[in-house]
């Protein structure tokens, strides 16, 4: 079962319908106690890094999630559900994470157009299985404000420009997570989901 986790941050039927296409053992669930009948979750999300660090601790979401994935269960993370991975966040305040992946949340600077919105490309960096038969330079959709500033290049599989260049995937074994919308992203976007769902059923 792959469990999108519902932490009031965003919509999630979207994200559902994609993965739909490849499984019908997908759910929405706002209980923790789900983890336990989970081969992957998906955290999608969009809205504040504190609000949100604030209701998946509210919850009950934190210590289970970080246990589910330091014990090897496949994670995707979507936007929100990207950056939380991280230390710490800048946003509205200093705010920490879930520290799975070391680095800082911090905002576009001043003289850019924010939030960074519509298309744009991800240059691959290294190889994961989650971007197989996906073309170098691919465009994606993108809607933030703010970036991870990554501080251990390992996780970083594809970056993107936007003034700076900022790490758009990271991923390392069982963690998986974009700045984009992969569900929003036609064609190569559903392969990544497609490539995530293979890899966390087989």
């Given amino acids: 079962m792959i469990t999108v986790i519902d932490y009031g941050m965003g919509n999630l039927r979207s994200v559902v319908k994609a993965v739909e296409k490849y499984t019908s053992n997908v759910r929405i669930s706002s209980d923790p106690g789900s983890i336990a009948t ?68 911090v905002r576009f600077t001043a003289d850019l157009k924010v939030p960074h919105m519509g ?6 960096r290294q190889h994961h299985p989650v971007v197989d038969g996906i073309p170098q330079h691919s465009y994606f959709y993108f809607i933030h404000t ?15 420009q936007y003034s700076v260049e900022f790490a758009s995937i990271v991923g390392k074994g069982n963690v998986l997570a ?25």
């Fill in 38 to 105: 989970s081969k992957a979750l998906i955290m999608p999300g969009d809205g504040a890094f504190g609000h949100a660090m604030e209701n998946l601790t509210t919850l009950g979401w934190v210590e289970p999630l970080v246990d589910f994935i330091r014990r090897g269960g496949y994670f995707f993370g979507i936007c929100l559900g990207y950056q939380l991975l991280f230390t710490n966040s800048e946003e509205f305040g200093y705010h920490k994470g879930l520290d799975i992946i070391p680095g800082n949340v």
């Fill in 146 to 160: 703010y970036y991870p500033v990554v501080l251990d290049s390992s996780w970083i599989i594809g970056q993107t």
């Fill in 119 to 124: 298309w744009n490309q991800v240059v691959f």
């Fill in 178 to 202: 974009t700045q984009f919308h992969p569900e929003k992203s036609h064609k190569y976007g559903l392969r990544m989901i497609e490539n995530f769902v293979r890899l966390a059923c087989s």
